[in-house]
C-alpha cells in the first residue's frame, strides 16, 4: 500500500473508532489524539488547538484555532465556534477537523476532570484576585466507553467582589468570569 493511501486508512479507522466513543453531530469527530489508532507508524498524530475569549454564558467563543484566527459576525458579535465546559462535561465546536480537511468538527459529552485553581495575581486585601485553571479533557462518551483521545485546556478567570442584599441583611458576593483560554 502507498504511504498516502496508509494516511488515508489511518483517518478513516480514527473516524470510525471514534464515533463509538465520543458524540458527534456533524463531522468527524477528533479534537486532540495522541497514539489513538496508527495503520501507518510514520503518519503524524492529528492535533488541534484553540484560543478561546471568556464570557458570562456556557459556552465561550474561540478566537482561533491552529494558525487560523476567526472574524467575529457582526450579527452575532460572535465567531460561531465555541468551547462549552461544564463541572463535569464539555463539548467543543471547531472550524476545522484535523482528520478531515474541508470539515468542522462537532464533539460533545467529552469527560472533564478539573484541575487545581491556581493564583496568578492577588488584590492588596491578600485574595485572590485571578487565577488559572488546567482541566483534563478526555473523549470517552460521558465515561461510558474506552478512552480516545485527552487533551487539556488552560483558562483564566478573573475574581470579582460586589455587594448582594436579601431582604434582611447585606453581605458580599464573590463572582467568577472566565477570561480567556486556550488548549493544546
Not at 467529552?110 to 478526555?138: E, H, K, M, Q
Amino acid at each position: 500500500m502507498r504511504r498516502a493511501e496508509l494516511v488515508h486508512l489511518t483517518s478513516l479507522a480514527i473516524g470510525c473508532i471514534l464515533v463509538a466513543a465520543c458524540s458527534e453531530s456533524t463531522s468527524s469527530p477528533v479534537s486532540r489524539l495522541r497514539g489513538a489508532v496508527a495503520a501507518d507508524t510514520l503518519a503524524p498524530t492529528p492535533t488541534t488547538s484553540w484560543v478561546n475569549k471568556g464570557g458570562g454564558s456556557n459556552c465561550l467563543p474561540v478566537t482561533s484555532q491552529d494558525d487560523t484566527t476567526f472574524r467575529h459576525r457582526p450579527t452575532f458579535g460572535n465567531t460561531g465556534w465555541y468551547f462549552c465546559p461544564t463541572q463535569t462535561s464539555a463539548s467543543l465546536y471547531l472550524a476545522k477537523d484535523p482528520l478531515n480537511p474541508g470539515f468542522s468538527l462537532t464533539l460533545t459529552n467529552i469527560s472533564v476532570v478539573r484541575g487545581p485553581d491556581v493564583p496568578t495575581s492577588y488584590n492588596p486585601d491578600g485574595t485572590i484576585a485571578t487565577f488559572a485553571r488546567t482541566d483534563s479533557l478526555t473523549c470517552d462518551n460521558g465515561g461510558t466507553e474506552a478512552p480516545i483521545w485527552t487533551g487539556t485546556t488552560t483558562q483564566n478567570f478573573m475574581r470579582s467582589t460586589y455587594r448582594c442584599c436579601s431582604r434582611y441583611f447585606c453581605r458580599t458576593c464573590t463572582r467568577i468570569s472566565n477570561v480567556t483560554g486556550r488548549a493544546g
